[in-house]
């Protein structure tokens, strides 16, 4: 059933070839990856750590409910129900189709910071969520229902964690050295992990790597100024 309601979207996103949009869409599909997203959310703790924490919140509890329903609901993947005319690009999955976790995260990421940024930083990074989901579908990986309730998830989880977050983070006001330390140090560890161990890589080396290896440099380089910055304030 979910085939048959999809399937003229699908065709109609998936059966676009055109290398240089394969490029495009291959790595854009990673900013929903959960490890790129948490480098990126962590390494803002320098900057604003109010957006990390919300972020990061609305991230984990999208995860988390994506997690729980891809249990329950066990629809195949395109690969699996429509065949070998599928155009997939990276590892050829075949279930836990429903809903689509990279979507989750880039919507979560995108509307926990609505209302926190300037308006047009906020449209440049909901555009970004969306053009990860339609990468969901173009790659091969996901039906677009996957990618719509995904979306749904995402905006879901940042609205539910919106309020508890921001009355923690009105209470905690004020600069907090080690935390900002912790954070750095697993943005490093995330940059470490997508330079060396994702599994993606065999796919797409040429964006993963350099983000990682970019990323682990300005983790390490932040972590040198916090002993500089705690000095300036004193």
């Not at 999809?6 to 394969?22: E, T």
């Not at 990860?132 to 995402?154: K, N, Q």
Request: with cysteine; aromatic share 10%; charged share 15%.
């Amino acid at each position: 059933a979910a085939a048959a309601v999809n399937r003229p979207l699908f065709a109609l996103i998936n059966g676009v070839k055109w290398p240089p949009l394969d490029w495009i869409m291959l790595s854009t599909t990673h900013l929903g990856n959960g490890a790129v997203a948490g480098m990126l959310v962590l390494l803002l703790a320098a900057f604003r750590r109010d957006l990390t924490l919300r972020a990061a919140a609305a991230m984990i509890v999208a995860g988390v409910l994506v997690h729980i329903i891809k249990d329950f609901v066990p629809m195949p993947r395109p690969p699996a129900l429509i065949g070998d005319s599928v155009n997939v690009l990276g590892p050829r999955l075949m279930g836990k189709s429903f809903p689509s976790g990279h979507t989750a995260t880039a919507f979560a990421l995108a509307f926990a910071l609505k209302g926190c940024v300037d308006r047009r930083v906020f449209k440049a990074v909901l555009a970004a969520a969306v053009l990860v989901g339609v990468s969901r579908v173009y790659i091969g990986v996901h039906f677009p229902v996957d990618a719509a309730f995904g979306a749904f998830l995402g905006w879901a989880s940042a609205a539910a964690t919106r309020g508890p977050v921001g009355s923690f983070v009105r209470r905690r006001q004020g600069p907090n050295p080690c935390l900002l330390r912790f954070f750095l140090s697993l943005a490093a560890v995330s940059g470490v992990y997508l330079a060396f161990f994702e599994p993606m890589m065999r796919y797409n080396p040429w964006f993963l790597r350099p983000l990682g290896l970019a990323g682990l440099g300005a983790a390490v380089f932040l972590l040198v100024r916090v002993p500089i910055m705690e000095r300036r304030a004193i």
